[in-house]
Each structure stands twice: as C-alpha cells, then as structure tokens.
C-alpha cells in the first residue's frame, strides 16, 4: 500500500501546488463564449491544467469512493498485489534469473519451423478464458492514413458516433477533429469520453510544430459540447488508474482502434499504427465503449452493473476471419500472459515495435527465445517523448545487445505498440510496461490469420526495419539513467 500511496500523495501534492499558482493567475485566464483562451497559449495551458487537476483530485478523493466504490476498492487491490509481485519478480529476474541464464552461449538463428498456429490458437482460449471472435482488419499508418479514413467515416454516420480515448488534446488539430464531430453531432449521436490523467498531461505540452498564433480552448469538454448536440464525458482514475483505449466506432459496425489519440503529433509528428475493424469483433468493442460510458454518468458503478446486464448487442457484419481481444483490466492482465506465452512457444521469430519498453519478464523470456534460435528483433524510437521512458529504453537496449536480440532505432518518434510471433500478431493500445501490461485499461487485437499478419508485415515490420538504423555498440548509461529505471519499473 506504501507504493500506490506515496505516488497518490506526490501527485495530489503537485495538483495542489498548481492549483494554488492558478489562483494567483486566473484573473489573466480569458475565455470568449465558444471556450476558447484569449491569452499566452502556454498560460492558458499552464492554468487549465491546474484547475482541471484539482477536479480531477477532488473527484478521486471524494467522489469516487461514493458513486464508483467497486471500481475504486479493485482499483487499489489489483495496483497493490501486481505492484507486491511484480517488484518480486523483478528482483528475482534482475538478481539471479538473469546473470544465470547470461552464461549460456547465444547460438546461430536456427531459421527453424515456427509453432503450430492452430494448437496455439486453441490454448489461448484457455490462457485468456474465452474463444476468439472474428472479424477483418485493414492496417493504416501514419496519421496520414488513419484520420482523412475515420473522418470520411464519420462524415458518413448515419446513426452514431463513440470515441473512447485517453488523450483528446486542445491543439489546432483536435479542435478541427471537434469541429467536425459537432457537426455531425446534428444528425447522429456523437458520445466523447476521455481519460482524467492522459488528458491533464497531454495539456502540459504544446506539439512542436503547433502554430504559435493558434488560441486552445481552455476546457475539450466545454468545447466538444457548446454550441453542439455532442456528448462529452471525462473517466476518473481510482488510485491513479488510467483507460488508456483509444476506440472510434461508426455505428456500432466500423471500429478503430490502436495507438493513436487524438492530436496534432498524432496526425502530423509522430509514427503510429491503427486499425480499422470490421465483423463481430466490433460488437464487442461496443459493449466495451458502452460499458465505460455509462461508469463515467454520476452513477458510476451501478450504471456501468446495468450496461454489463443488458449484454452485447449484435449490430456488425458477421463475416471475417478469427480476431480476439485481449485486455489488461484489475486483476487480468489478459495482454502480458498472452504476450508472453506466445514468446515462450516461439520457434522461428519474434518482431517487436514499442515506444515504452520496461517490462523485465518480456525482456528475460525474449533472451530465452533467442537462446533457442530464435530471430528477435526489436524496433525503438530514436527519440521519445518522455525522458524517463528513453533512460529505460536504453538500459533495455543494452541488455537486449548483450543477449543476441537485434535492435533498431526508428528515426524519430514511433508510438507503434505491435508485434509478430511466428505468424500471431498483437496489435492496439499496449507498451511493454507495468502500467500497460498490469494496471491501465488496455485493449489490443490479435490474430494468426495469414493474410492479415502478412499485411502487417508488409505494410509496418518491413519498411520500418529497413528505415531504421540497427544498433550494434553498447550505449554509455549514466548512474541517473539507471536510477531512473528502476523507477519506471516500479511506477511505469
């Protein structure tokens, strides 16, 4: 409980403090009838981010354990017991696991035959608890492919539109992606629901190449709403817990879904993949989408028990070909235990693209799979967007080197979160890091259809490797670097 109390306490700290320096500055705080600041971008940023924190805080101290006490009491017990065991783990990995397997000698890739897909297939009904739907994915990179795509299909809703994201920035291009959701929002149902924390830290930084003169609205909520028939709900975080699922669904038949939110770097700065997503699996999508609406209402958990009892409606196409979800939700961390029993049977390869990577147990089980031969590659981005997380990253590098797996650094920022282990691919909203794989609302998309994962490959894998630079030397770590994993690892 010490952990999990100690980072609510920091944070509830640094809310406080910037709420207090708000005060000081509201009266310079303008904003005309349409939400929009009238003043210094970065001020307005600056005291948005403090009053909304201290919502934010006032809602999980005192709100939540009101209208939301399930979620709130799972919330703690799952952060506390995957914290306790995960800080085990990673003591017994890092102390003796680790330098014990080191000793082996790293042997040739053996260009073996990979796993069987269809025995694989049928165990993961058991290791996830449920048999797989179906449905057809059709991969798209880069904003560039992704938005001009879901903004003709949401031009083109002729009942509903819902967006399920962690980050709907304040920047000129998630204005103009509301401005389009407001009007259409006149002739069908438009429901927004965003994250409390994803959305509070997205506000605390302008995107590079964000125009100067450009004025952000002060709320997204007020923004999305006014003048509008759109719907916006903001999810709370019981003990620092986020939804970090980025879903858009046109009527409750066509779904997207993968790493990108919705914002400036998204479409213009960084690389990312989505997918766009036909057939059953959509329904399931859906219930999720509903689900989380209604626990965001004022009535929280009991809203969210009676959208759990009025079940999955079947609205999607029924064609395709198998697809499954797979979540991290409280006490199932349905992604980790798929990823990485799919890493432990693998025979031929393993192809990894992650922006965050912290996850010792990954990291050690993929050491094993290529001391059995197996070709591991893995693809970084050359520049993140967190410091903290490019520390991790590189002692992650290095022991990654020194085990015989290849790395690549992706020029520039790459939000890609996929993978493909000997024809299975898993796909969507998910790092490599305890808060993705453990403690956030996550949601990833996977499948061994051969023409899909062939798609992937072809249209992600390839290009990226051959684009990105393979790393060979060992990086020069500093003692802040390394104190700085260790605090990913707990924390991140």
């Not at 040739?108 to 897909?117: H, K, Q, Y």
């Not at 766009?276 to 689900?291: I, M, T």
């Not at 591991?376 to 085990?403: F, K, T």
Request: net charge negative; glycine share 6%; charged share 25%.
């Amino acid at each position: 409980m010490t952990s999990a109390s100690n980072k609510k306490t920091n944070i509830a700290i640094a809310l406080i403090a910037a709420l207090l320096g708000a005060c000081a500055t509201q009266e310079q705080l303008i904003a005309d009838n349409s939400g929009v600041a009238t003043k210094d971008s970065r001020l307005v940023r600056s005291g948005v981010t403090a009053v909304q924190g201290g919502v934010l805080l006032a809602r999980s101290f005192h709100v939540d354990p009101v209208n939301r006490p399930v979620s709130n009491a799972m919330s703690l017990g799952s952060y506390l017991v995957k914290s306790t065991s995960g800080l085990m783990r990673r003591f017994a990995i890092g102390a003796a696991v680790f330098p014990s397997l080191e000793t082996q000698p790293i042997p040739e890739v053996s260009n073996a035959r990979g796993m069987n897909l269809e025995t694989w297939e049928k165990d993961l009904d058991r290791i996830v608890g449920r048999k797989s739907s179906r449905g057809t994915i059709n991969f798209l990179v880069d904003g560039e492919q992704y938005f001009p795509r879901m903004l003709d299909a949401v031009r083109d809703a002729e009942e509903s539109v819902d967006i399920r994201t962690y980050i709907f920035d304040n920047d000129d291009y998630a204005v103009k992606v509301a401005d389009e959701l407001k009007e259409i929002s006149e002739k069908v149902d438009v429901r927004v629901i965003f994250d409390g924390i994803g959305n509070l830290a997205a506000l605390r930084a302008n995107p590079e190449s964000m125009p100067a003169d450009f004025e952000t609205p002060v709320s997204m909520e007020r923004y999305l709403e006014r003048g509008s028939k759109v719907q916006a709900r903001t999810l709370s975080n019981p003990w620092l817990t986020g939804d970090h699922t980025k879903t858009t669904i046109i009527d409750r038949k066509i779904a997207f879904i993968g790493g990108m939110n919705i914002g400036r770097e998204y479409r213009y700065d960084w690389h990312d993949l989505m997918m766009e997503v036909r057939g059953p699996v959509v329904d399931q999508l859906q219930y999720d989408n509903d689900k989380a609406w209604a626990k965001a209402s004022v009535f929280g958990d009991l809203a969210n028990f009676l959208a759990f009892l009025s079940g999955k409606k079947k609205h999607a196409d029924r064609t395709g070909y198998p697809v499954r979800t797979l979540y991290t939700r409280n006490f199932d961390s349905q992604i980790y235990r798929a990823q990485l029993a799919a890493i432990r049977r693998a025979k031929s390869y393993i192809l990894i693209e992650n922006s965050y990577f912290s996850d010792d147990e990954t990291l050690f089980e993929l050491a094993t799979a290529r001391r059995r031969g197996v070709d591991v590659r893995v693809i970084l981005p050359s520049r993140g967007n967190h410091s903290s997380h490019d520390a991790s990253n590189l002692i992650a590098m290095n022991r990654m080197l020194e085990n015989g797996i290849r790395v690549y650094r992706f020029p520039g920022m790459s939000h890609v979160k996929a993978a493909v282990i000997d024809g299975w691919a898993s796909v969507g909203t998910a790092n490599f890091d305890k808060l993705s794989l453990q403690v956030n609302k996550e949601v990833n998309l996977a499948t061994s259809d051969e023409k899909a994962v062939g798609e992937l490959l072809d249209k992600l894998f390839i290009p990226d490797l051959e684009r990105s630079e393979e790393v060979y030397e060992l990086a020069d770590v500093t003692l802040q670097a390394r104190f700085i994993e260790v605090v990913i690892d707990e924390v991140l």
